[in-house]
């Protein structure tokens, strides 16, 4: 029980005597929740008040309010991040016709926040398989209600089902001017049609969509980045109608890029800097790495695509010894100096795949496999529910006024738009004028 101490002169004496003492008192996790409970309790409270207050003046034939509070609801357990609160929720007796009271602080029927949703497909992908979620979050949450392994059977089910439907949505009416594409191995090991257990690759893309927001463009399951699995991914996108891109950024996986090629020919390509730099440094020995890292950063920081060249030079002079690691640069400048010809306010998003890789930085690669059961849709359905929850705080791209010029076709040269020249306009409406006449 929470105990009310009141702060008399012996009792202050004490305290300050022998240090806070504090005894058969609630912990701190408890008092977080104690917390929690009272502060949910006063905004349930607080809205009820208001939507009374709204609707003061709705009266019936006697004079009678028709919106009035109608007690409380039977008390129910919600899991928060908090821990597991005990809520009742108060009720509003509304007698108007098609009128009802629903809290938006606590709808009808929740029992869980949606940031206990959102954890479950980040727990699922760092390694944890559904038997091992009760116990694993028993202690954070103060209790396992609700998640148990076969109330995250259903909730997989149903990620599974809304997967499906968006993955199956129209795209003639959207429009990514950039897309980046990028193959996720997560390190979670889920049988195939086969039975090969194969750790789950995912072949994502993400999309920038005029008004410079990013979006989520597709999520599904891969072999291994191949060319026929980013195949099938592009040519659905486009016979559901996604139009092609300016520009795609990508790491330097061949399947991808082979891909793009047959499906949209007229799309430019920037290769990722940050897995050129692993590239390059993989085939470095380690002293060399500070150095390398330096000059490579000279490369893609440079103002203008002409220093840039020039600090390729510099990169390969420099390291003479190792002309496989500067030719993994200097024989692929084309596809890693592409930026350049877009806006400079955009050159920061467009050298790498960080608005893929961010999301999932803490489950590529490091985290340990999954001996659970499992399947590869429900590893798929919630590494889609992750990338869903991570979109709403993805924020614009810089200089996002700037991308209809982009699609409208502007010409950008070391980051400036141009300005067409009154000669080269004239010369253009003579040439149009003679194509008429002819």
């Given at each position: 029980?929470l105990?009310v101490?009141?702060d008399t002169?012996?009792?202050l004496?004490?305290?300050?005597?022998?240090g806070?003492?504090?005894?058969?008192g609630p912990?701190?996790?408890?008092?977080c929740?104690?917390a929690?409970?009272?502060m949910?309790a006063?905004?349930?409270?607080?809205?009820?008040?208001?939507?009374?207050?709204?609707h003061?003046?709705?009266?019936?034939a006697t004079g009678?309010?028709?919106?009035?509070?109608?007690?409380?609801?039977?008390?129910?357990?919600?899991t928060?991040?908090a821990?597991a609160?005990e809520v009742?929720?108060?009720r509003?007796?509304?007698?108007r016709d098609?009128?009802?009271?629903i809290s938006?602080i606590l709808p009808p029927y929740m029992?869980?926040s949606?940031k206990v949703t959102?954890?479950?497909p980040?727990?699922?992908?760092?390694?944890?398989?559904t038997?091992?979620?009760?116990?694993?979050l028993?202690g954070f949450?103060?209790s396992?209600a609700?998640?148990?392994?076969?109330t995250?059977?259903r909730?997989?089910t149903?990620?599974?089902?809304?997967?499906?439907?968006?993955?199956?949505?129209?795209l003639?009416?959207?429009?990514y001017?950039?897309?980046w594409?990028?193959g996720i191995?997560?390190n979670v090991?889920l049988?195939?049609?086969e039975g090969n257990a194969?750790?789950?690759?995912?072949?994502?893309?993400?999309?920038v969509?005029?008004d410079?927001h990013k979006?989520?463009v597709?999520?599904?399951?891969?072999?291994r980045?191949?060319t026929e699995s980013w195949?099938?991914v592009l040519?659905?996108l486009?016979?559901?109608?996604?139009?092609a891109?300016?520009?795609?950024?990508g790491?330097?996986?061949?399947g991808?890029w082979s891909?793009l090629?047959?499906?949209s020919?007229?799309?430019?390509?920037?290769?990722?800097w940050?897995?050129?730099?692993?590239?390059v440094?993989g085939a470095l020995?380690k002293?060399?790495?500070?150095?390398?890292?330096?000059?490579?950063?000279a490369?893609y920081?440079?103002?203008?695509?002409?220093?840039a060249?020039?600090?390729?030079?510099?990169?390969?002079?420099?390291f003479?010894?190792?002309?496989?690691?500067?030719?993994?640069?200097a024989?692929?400048?084309d596809?890693l100096?592409a930026?350049?010809?877009?806006p400079e306010?955009?050159w920061k998003?467009?050298?790498?795949t960080?608005?893929?890789?961010s999301?999932?930085?803490?489950v590529?690669?490091?985290?340990?496999?999954?001996?659970?059961p499992?399947?590869?849709?429900?590893g798929?359905?919630m590494?889609?529910k992750l990338?869903?929850?991570?979109e709403?705080?993805?924020r614009?791209?810089?200089?996002h006024?700037l991308v209809?010029?982009?699609?409208a076709g502007a010409?950008?040269i070391?980051?400036?738009?141009?300005e067409r020249?009154e000669?080269?306009?004239?010369?253009d409406d003579e040439s149009?004028?003679?194509e008429?006449a002819?």
């Open positions: 029980m105990r101490v009141h002169d012996e009792n004496d004490a305290a300050a005597d022998d806070p003492v504090v005894e058969g912990d701190l996790d408890e008092l929740r104690l929690a409970r009272q949910i006063t905004a349930l409270e607080a809205e009820r008040r208001t939507y009374l207050e709204e003061a003046g709705h009266t019936d009678a309010r028709m919106v009035v509070g109608n007690g409380y609801a039977n008390e129910r357990t919600i928060t991040a821990g609160v009742r929720a108060p509003v007796d509304d007698r098609g009128e009802r009271f938006s029992r869980k949606p959102e954890v479950l980040i727990l699922y992908l760092r390694g944890l398989s038997g091992d979620f009760a116990p694993a028993a949450f103060g396992d609700g998640l148990s392994a076969s995250v059977n909730l997989t149903a990620w599974q089902a809304e997967h499906a439907d968006w993955s199956k949505r129209d003639s009416a959207l429009d001017v950039y897309i594409a990028d191995h997560v090991r049988p195939d049609a194969d750790r789950l690759c995912l072949l994502v893309i993400v999309g969509r005029p410079g979006e989520l597709a999520v599904t399951d891969g072999h980045e191949g195949l099938d040519r659905d486009r016979d559901r109608g996604m139009a891109p300016e520009l795609a950024v790491d330097g996986a061949l991808f891909a090629r047959q499906v020919p007229t799309t430019r390509t920037q290769k990722c940050v897995h050129k730099t692993a590239n440094l020995p002293r060399a790495h500070p150095e390398a890292k330096d000059r490579l950063k490369i920081t440079a103002a203008t695509r002409a220093k060249i020039d600090a390729t030079a510099e990169l390969v002079a420099a003479p010894a190792f002309p496989k690691a500067t030719a993994k640069v024989d692929d400048l596809n100096l930026f350049y010809d877009f306010e955009h998003h467009l050298r790498t960080n608005a893929i890789e999301s999932f930085a803490t590529r690669l490091r985290q340990r496999t999954t001996k659970g499992g399947s590869r849709q429900a798929i359905a590494a889609y990338l869903d929850a991570a709403d705080r993805w614009r791209i810089n200089g006024e209809p010029l982009v699609r010409t950008f070391n980051g400036k738009q141009q020249s000669d080269h306009t004239e010369q149009t004028t003679k008429c002819a």
